[in-house]
């Protein structure tokens, strides 16, 4: 049985504080977890990928924070600023626009930063696009390698899926949206029409789509529907089979 703890508690006085590393809801906003809005509502600082994304969540769960934008392009340095504030004693949220930070998102630095200092880096579990993805899919989740986003050149993504047809492991990675209808096309050409593949799209959202099926059937089936939306895509070992 899980342990049962309190859930979010303050520093004792004179101490460093905590980030928090909070993961908050793909898109249904029921998804966010007790601990989660308890972080945000009582931490001096949300640290945050995109202030507009995060106010909407924010006037969600009727709380007031001011906020920190970080990312791609300047995550370096605010990674310093906001280690430099924990170290003064503030409590931070770092959050994403989806999902949990770090995890093909920004935050890896600002963790890092944190861990370089020896300050206290807490995580918060919850969403997370490839977890979810996996739950469902019907593949096999002993083992599996997460890859992120491919190349956006058709030869270096042909050439990770040459890399990849004898993978005894399931291989999990985003798409776009621009790019998903000529990513079934090379799966279907290089790794052959009896590759089993999973094929999420808007996970938790009103227009959530799961798939699992051979290629041969699978590329038909998503090409007659909407391309449209963000996709989490999970590719069964070589030799597996439904």
Known sequence: M????????????GSSGRLWVVATPLGNLGDIT??????IATCDLVA?????????LLRHLSISKPMLAYHEHNEKEVAV???????????????????TPGISDPGFRVTRECRKRGLTVTPLPG????????????LPTNAFRFIGFLPPKSAARMRFLESIKTADETVVLHESCHRISDFLDEMLEVLGADRVVCVGRELTKLHETIRTAPLRELVPALKAGSLKGEFTVAIAPAEFGL
């Open 34 to 39: 007790l601990r989660a809005k308890e972080a």
């Open 2 to 13: 899980p342990e049962k703890t309190a859930g979010v508690r303050g520093n004792p006085p």
């Open 48 to 56: 945050c990928e995109d202030t507009r994304v995060t106010g909407g």
């Open 81 to 99: 600023q906001i280690a430099d504030k924990i170290a003064g004693g503030a409590n931070i949220a770092l959050i994403t626009d989806a999902g």
């Open 127 to 138: 969403p997370c696009a490839i977890i979810a993805l996996l739950s469902a899919s019907g």
